[in-house]
């Protein structure tokens, strides 16, 4: 099966004052098959929305190979971009600042249609309407202004946009956190749904663990701009490698008080991108590092022969990747 | 003694239209709840319940068209809202503090750290500025912020987002109230830093007895860093309780819906979550304000919704609930 999307030592850097350089994505490796979810987590800084932006080529990558449907679309001209996100859509964290506050609803739902299909003005409203009922608006939203919706509406309209060409990939920056917890378990239903009529591929970048956990079937988890840990989504939270996705995971709060946290602890903050560590970028917060992490960069590896699960992380091999547990007070 | 005791507080927002008709938006529509010292009180709702307005309305800080029309906020016995002005800023920033939202913007930008914090103790009790300071240095150190005597010299602008918070908290903090108030204290940080900064607030109530009300939208907080919750709709709390006994046995159809959209407990696929934008302040229903939203609804939810105790302190505010 051909993957949908590949990406290969994706690096993509930004200038700084002073001639400096921000490193914000450092050689990141991922496929994602048809039909797959990839969750995307990290903390801020961690190149999450970067990546998506690269992927769907609204970034130039400074480096490194996309392939879009087995294509090579990494150096590809704006021109020749244009035809290809018909079949590659995006939606944003904020759906107030998405979409055109002086076009009708209806009008920015049909407006994919305009750009990419051949259909007639009639046609287009016909879709549009298919496509609001789709995503569950009512048809009489059709002729409002986007002031005139709430943020889960307006997140609904994103969604219909982006599914207007049928697209094979979605990359979804957030598009649920900037949304009460009631209308954000409407919008993650209704992606569940898409994926299972459609097939469609999605990338789903959040830093919301629970979410993540709930939508994915495997989970990419950034640090600096590197991939950390890759794997089954279940596989990441029940048993992480990594020691940042340990504490990362950890740090999360299931809204369960029967559910047992294990609490570690992380001393220090996130180097800055501008001069980042030499080795693993991880080694100067993590207490299981040892001087070898901070010498050499590690790359991501089988966890125990087991391929679908990969770290970067020199100590897995020798069994002392576990970082210690502090006692829930 | 209860710490803060809060009964049918009632807050408006009166304005006049265009055609000059006098508009009232019921945004608080008798909350009451208690808290005791030592405890943390989580306080959720989604945007709009109006758990920002129930902390700046106890403690005085509306400003027009906002105003309290009704209730009482007792502190220590004392009702804040009754209190003349003089005696509310006295005891404001004291025995009483409010840690708000957004730490970036809550900071004054052209004063240092360490004088900021020097200045609200200083403006509370009779102490010389080196005392003040090392309390402040003390206060920091307490707080996890590394190299505190130099960070005193640090401005606003120069912080991460967590540390900037922190020294809200250490602002909160340096004249020890028995009464600290957070709202939304960990949005926009990080998961390892919230669970820095939440450690850091429980044990200080631990430590200390002094008694917290957190105000967030994150259910996930209020489950492990809470003792009793208070949920909000449309401006009055609908179910209230220990925070197991509220997980365990959501009562009220809007909190039940709301524990059901956690990621935890959703099901894609399952059944289909209720939501929505919040309801209209101006044109709120008769009776139950969740009835129009409320699958469980009939014609008895036009009346006002009785509390119904459920024991050991959980309280639901609905007709079907029984008790």
């Known amino acids: ?79 020749a971009c244009r035809p290809l996100r018909a079949e590659m859509q995006m939606v944003f964290q904020d759906p107030w600042s998405a979409l055109n506050p002086r076009i009708r609803i209806g009008e920015l739902i049909a407006e994919p249609l305009l750009l990419h299909t051949k259909l007639s003005r009639s046609e287009r409203r016909d879709r549009a309407e298919q496509l609001a009922r789709r ?54 239903e209704l992606l569940a749904e898409l994926k299972a009529e459609t097939g469609v591929a999605m990338m789903f970048i959040s830093h919301d663990l629970g979410t993540v ?17 890759y794997a089954p989504a279940a596989k990441v939270f029940a048993d992480p490698a990594h020691p940042y996705s340990q504490a990362l995971i950890s740090a999360h709060l299931p809204a369960d008080p029967e ?26 917060r993590c207490p299981v590092a040892v001087p070898d992490c901070r010498a050499t960069a590690p790359e991501l590896r089988a966890v125990h022969g087991d391929t679908a699960h990969q770290a970067a992380c020199l100590r897995i091999a020798e069994g002392a990747n576990r970082i210690p547990e502090v006692a829930d007070g | 003694m209860t710490l803060l005791s809060v009964e049918d507080l009632h807050t408006h927002f009166i304005s006049r239209d265009l055609d000059n008709q006098i508009r009232v938006a019921r945004a608080l529509n008798g909350v009451s709840f208690t808290l005791e010292a030592g405890r943390i009180l989580g306080l959720v709702g989604e945007t709009g319940a109006g758990k920002s307005l129930t902390a700046t309305s106890l403690m005085g800080l509306l400003r027009p068209p906002a105003r309290v029309v009704g209730g009482r906020a007792l502190f220590e016995g004392q009702d804040l809202l009754a209190m003349p002005e003089a005696q509310v800023n006295a005891l404001r920033g004291r025995d009483i503090s409010l840690v708000v939202q957004s730490p970036k913007s809550s900071l004054d930008p052209l004063t240092r750290i360490g004088d900021q914090l020097i200045r609200i103790h200083r403006a509370h009790r009779k102490v010389s500025e080196a005392a003040a300071r090392d309390r402040a240095v003390e206060m920091l150190a307490s707080l996890g912020i590394p190299d505190p005597a130099r960070r005193m010299a640090a401005w606003p602008y120069e912080l991460s987002g967590g540390m900037a918070q922190r020294v809200l908290i250490a602002l909160a903090l340096m004249n020890a109230p028995r009464l600290l108030i957070a709202d939304e204290p960990t949005t926009g940080l990080d998961v390892t830093v919230q669970a820095q900064i939440l450690d850091l607030l429980r044990d200080l109530v631990r430590r200390t007895g002094i008694g917290a009300m957190i105000i967030t939208h994150d259910l996930g907080v209020v489950a492990h860093y809470c003792d009793e919750m208070a949920v ?62 409320c699958p469980q609804a009939g014609p008895d939810c036009a009346q006002t919704p009785p509390d119904v105790a459920l024991g050991a302190g959980h309280i639901a505010r609905c007709h079907r609930v029984a008790a």
């Not at chain 1, 956990?213 to 840990?229: A, F, N, Q």
């Open chain 1, 1 to 79: 099966m051909t993957p949908i999307l590949q990406v290969e030592n994706l690096q993509k850097h930004f200038p700084a004052q002073g001639g400096r350089t921000v490193h914000a994505v450092n050689g990141v490796s991922f496929s994602i098959n048809p039909g797959e979810t990839l969750g995307v987590v990290g903390e801020s800084g961690s190149g999450k929305s970067t990546i998506g932006r690269a992927v769907i080529r609204l970034l130039k990558p400074t480096a490194g190979r996309i392939r879009f449907q087995g294509r090579d679309i990494t150096t590809l001209p704006e021109s």
């Open chain 1, 135 to 188: 995503v569950r608006l009512t048809t009489e939203l059709l002729t409002r202004y986007p002031s005139e919706l709430s943020g889960g509406q307006l997140q609904r309209v994103c969604i219909a946009r982006a599914i207007a060409t049928q697209p094979k990939l979605i990359v979804l920056d957030e598009p649920t956190s900037s949304l009460d917890l009631s209308v954000r378990a409407g919008i993650l």
């Open chain 1, 213 to 229: 956990k709930l939508i994915s079937d495997r989970i990419m988890v950034l640090y600096l701009g590197g991939v950390v840990e």
């Open chain 1, 259 to 284: 559910a047992v946290l294990r609490r570690h602890v992380l001393e220090g903050e996130i180097p800055s991108p501008i001069a980042l560590p030499p080795g693993c970028h991880f080694a100067s």
């Open chain 2, 232 to 293: 909000m709709y449309a401006g009055a709390i609908v179910e209230s309780g220990p925070v197991r006994e509220v997980f365990g046995q959501p009562s009220h159809p809007y909190t039940a819906n709301l524990i059901g959209a956690t990621p935890e407990r959703l099901r894609l696929g399952g059944p289909r979550t209720v939501g929505g934008p919040p309801p209209n302040l101006f044109r709120l229903p008769e009776g139950c304000a969740y009835r129009d939203r």
